[in-house]
């Protein structure tokens, strides 16, 4: 982790529909150091870092070489917070602290239904929900302690969990301090 950083990068990783944004939009209202929140499917979508669209899984086929040279500059400078449903691709010395969100996957089926996703992407992100794919790629991402896993399934979990990450980031901030 570079030691110039004024401010950390958080990675809010989880299955699709586990709570990423809601969580990367009200932390990036709630920090006390200031944090742009990126949405890293959308950025993808606007600077057209993809290959091309998959109309099987409605998604497209990310470029990483793009994505990563787009995000490089701003991990080194510090202050984000990268949303997006997989963090394996991002360098080890960018992040501070991975996010990874979690919920049971009835609910995760009933928020992706209301997303209109097709029935295969509902099953494929649900069967991924119960077999952990994101936390076990979190985990062999990064060192143990940078990684948490949070359950977002109700207002108080996203509350509780925003307010966890702003005492460790004023943690980081003293630890910075003190250094
Ligand atoms: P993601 O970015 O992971 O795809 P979103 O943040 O878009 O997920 O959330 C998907 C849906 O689930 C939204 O309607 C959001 O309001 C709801 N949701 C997510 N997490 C929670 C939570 N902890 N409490 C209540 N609703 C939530």
Same mark, same amino acid.
């Given at each position: @982790?570079?030691?110039?950083?004024?401010?950390?990068?958080?990675?809010?990783?989880?299955?699709?529909?586990?709570?990423?944004?809601? $969580?990367?939009?009200?932390?990036?209202?709630?920090?006390?150091?200031?944090?742009? $929140?990126? &949405?890293?499917?959308?950025?993808?979508? +606007?600077?057209?870092?993809?290959?091309?669209?998959?109309?099987?899984?409605?998604?497209?086929?990310?470029? +990483?070489?793009?994505?990563?040279?787009?995000?490089?500059? /701003?991990?080194?400078?510090?202050?984000?917070?990268?949303?997006?449903?997989?963090?394996?691709?991002?360098?080890?010395?960018?992040?501070?602290?991975?996010?990874? /969100?979690?919920?049971?996957?009835?609910?995760?089926?009933?928020?992706?239904? %209301?997303?209109?996703?097709? /029935?295969? %992407?509902?099953?494929? &992100? &649900?069967?991924?929900?119960? @077999?952990?794919?994101?936390?076990?790629?979190?985990?062999?991402?990064?060192?143990?302690?940078?990684?948490? +896993?949070?359950?977002?399934?109700?207002? +108080?979990? /996203?509350?509780? &969990?925003?307010?966890?990450?702003?005492?460790?980031?004023?943690?980081?901030?003293?630890?910075?301090?003190?250094?």
């Amino acid at each position: @982790m570079p030691s110039s950083r004024k401010a950390p990068v958080i990675v809010i990783t989880g299955t699709p529909g586990t709570g990423k944004t809601t $969580h990367a939009e009200l932390l990036a209202q709630e920090s006390p150091v200031p944090l742009k $929140h990126i &949405n890293v499917g959308e950025l993808v979508k +606007e600077k057209g870092l993809h290959e091309e669209y998959d109309e099987e899984w409605q998604s497209y086929t990310v470029d +990483e070489d793009k994505l990563l040279d787009e995000l490089e500059p /701003l991990a080194s400078e510090g202050g984000i917070i990268l949303d997006w449903h997989t963090c394996e691709l991002f360098p080890e010395r960018w992040a501070d602290l991975v996010v990874v /969100l979690r919920c049971d996957h009835t609910k995760l089926w009933d928020r992706l239904e %209301k997303r209109g996703y097709p /029935l295969k %992407k509902i099953q494929e &992100n &649900n069967q991924a929900e119960i @077999m952990e794919v994101v936390l076990d790629e979190a985990r062999s991402s990064y060192a143990q302690e940078i990684v948490v +896993e949070l359950q977002s399934e109700g207002t +108080e979990d /996203l509350e509780s &969990n925003v307010a966890r990450i702003v005492q460790w980031i004023e943690a980081w901030q003293e630890d910075r301090e003190q250094s």
